[in-house]
């Protein structure tokens, strides 16, 4: 009793604490702005008027705004785009800035009175400096290629990638330019485009390399560009050309005199103007809340201090400055679209018409919370320049999709390596990327059985009943693989054959016609299903070895719950194809696969690849800014592997982590091998038939 009545009173106490606290939503970034899991737990005094929710992401604050889990956070202008085609309502109440100037940065177009350019209609045949390629969380391809795509005729050719015909248009527009970095995310694709283009980095210092180690490459490079008179105008930051230019105290690179500024209106002004023309400038990061609340939060920001560093008015302030110096509140208050329509430009940075028709890759989801993922996903890249647009589809399964995927009504699915098989020859789609992972998640699929079970190899299974987790999947074909490699297998095709070799099998989805004579006897395919269900199988006595992920077993023995039976590894034992293998597994594989069809042409198979590839590099695991708008990877609103997979590390073309991971029997690799079928009396009769050919020509020899 007094038990129960300490817990009463502890959850009274907690819900005092927490009743009228304006919620932020507060995100844990990399490194030292990893500000949630070390301030929020200082706003949990009965004195702090706020308090934490976690969110995974900006976005996913942005929704618990709009649910009404949470009354305010932080945001990107980039999000606020997100917010406004997403229809989400929020108010924008103060600006996160590093100083008193109106915008984050502006752009402006700096030209070299030399060159002759009266208008933008004179920048045709001349020579351009651009800022390069590399550091889009700041700045973005919708701001880096703005005044390109204003002022450049842009191409639509057919038979183009979107990049491509980006890319060609500014190479026949301009004599030459430095374009420095990297133009696209496949490491071989940039080049191929940069030695179909070389214009565009004849400009630069090292045209060969046209890399980020350019001396024109970044802000300031492009500035360097024009004044070394390597070009005839660049494409900078307004607070950059200031510095350069000694327009402000702190540094004087080249004179003002010579250059002037493009306006946008098709005239110049001298480049020492107190009134530059901007082409386009970026917001302040800010706060957003709820309606309903939001004079009432914007006076708590308003009131706070830093004087006392123990108080939950300084810890606050620290999640909140996450991106700037100061706060400065916004009277009035104003809804996001009237925030942004503010902004020289944003907007219609972010609404160039593209080519038409549109090119739009589709994905196919399986489920509600999966499509909703995707349309995140599809905003948040839209809100960062990735082209082509994405759209999604939603089916009730992935046989499902597969087939609309082979039928044209979707570009891609992303499968499990379970059903890479299927999705090869049943739909006669091909992998487009692998979603890699470290080697804990990999699928390593391993033989199994009790330690005291008289096995020791894989002729020794001959006669045994087997566990597989599913048929036609990982462990079921490296294990056909593997007995056809052997020759032992009897018969043909390879089920025939393996139904054949095993006593009895225990697994779902065998082929009725199969089941009905070689299913295990005791066999629930319902509760033996599945790695765990192979398991399970194992241990219970239905089968006498099992074929299962490696990494799946060990988090089943780590896990107390599942493994309520203290299930050890000294309980069990591994049969390897050599006794010193090391390590001890039949193949291994990717955790997932994103499949296309066969067909597919290069020319989409690269508009597609660089946009995955894109999207990886702003929203996977190794993003670059101080927090991320999205997580590709990770938790969608409370549910695991959505989509892609938590563990992924990266998407590449080839299945591999790394460059340097050499691990054989790719899964992928193998498949082709399961095919080939050849029955060990087949193999017999070949070799009694060399041997009865040798033997002829030895005797008429």
Known sequence: MFVKIAFL????????????????????????????????????????????????????????????????????????????????????????????????????????????????????????????YGYQSDWTTILSNYLEASIVPQMCQPELSLTENRIKSSSEFFKSACKAGPWVNNITLDFELKSKYPNLCESCDSPRKCSKDDKYWGRRGSLLCLTDGAGDVSWARWDDVQIHFGLVPGGRDASPEEYNLLCPDESVRPLNTTNP???????????????????????????????????????????????????????????IETYLSQATGFLSANSFPGCHPPRTIHICTTSILESSKCSWLRETAASYGIQPSLECLKTDDNELCMDAVQKGFADVVIIKPDLLNRARSQYNLKTLFHETVNDDFKYLTIALTKKNADINSFEDMKGTKACFPVYDGVAWNSVAILLNEKNLLESCPTVTGMTQ????????????????????????????????????????????????????????????????ENLTMSDLKMICEESDADPCFLSWAPVGHAMVRENSSNLWIKDTLDVFFAADDLFGKNYKSPTTSFTMFGPFNGKNNLLFHDATVRIRSEPTARNVDKMPREYGGLLGNETNCRSSASVLKLQSAIFLLIFLVYLEN
């Open 501 to 564: 070799f095993f006593s009895g099998i225990c697994t779902s989805e065998l082929p009725k016609n199969e089941s009905e004579s070689y299913i295990s006897p005791n066999c629930k395919t319902d509760v033996y299903s599945g790695d765990e269900g192979a398991l399970r199988c194992l241990m219970d006595g239905v089968g006498d070895v099992a074929f299962l992920s490696k990494n799946t077993l060990k988090r089943f023995l780590s896990d107390k719950v599942k493994n309520n």
């Open 9 to 132: 009173i502890s959850l009274i106490c907690i819900t005092l604490i927490h009743a009228g606290k304006f919620r932020i939503c507060a995100v844990d970034g990399r490194g030292s702005f990893k500000r949630a899991t070390r301030y929020c737990p200082a706003l949990n005094t009965p004195d702090s008027q706020a308090q934490c929710v976690i969110g995974m992401d900006r976005l996913d604050c942005l929704r618990k705004i709009s649910k009404k889990q949470a009354d305010f956070a932080v945001f990107t202008p980039e999000d606020l785009i997100v917010a406004s085609n997403s229809a989400i309502e929020a108010l924008i109440i103060n600006e996160l800035r590093f100083s008193d100037v109106k915008y984050e940065y502006e752009v402006v177009a700096v030209l070299d009175k030399k060159a002759g350019i009266k208008s933008r209609h004179d920048l045709q045949d001349k020579r351009f400096c651009h800022p390069g």
């Open 277 to 335: 023309c901007v082409w386009v400038v970026k917001p302040w990061s800010v706060v957003a809340s709820v309606r309903s609340k939001a004079q009432d939060i914007q006076a708590m920001i308003s009131g706070l201090t830093s004087d006392d560093n123990n108080s939950w008015q300084t810890t606050l302030l620290k999640l909140i400055e996450s991106y700037s110096l100061s706060v400065k509140t916004l009277n009035p208050v104003e809804p």
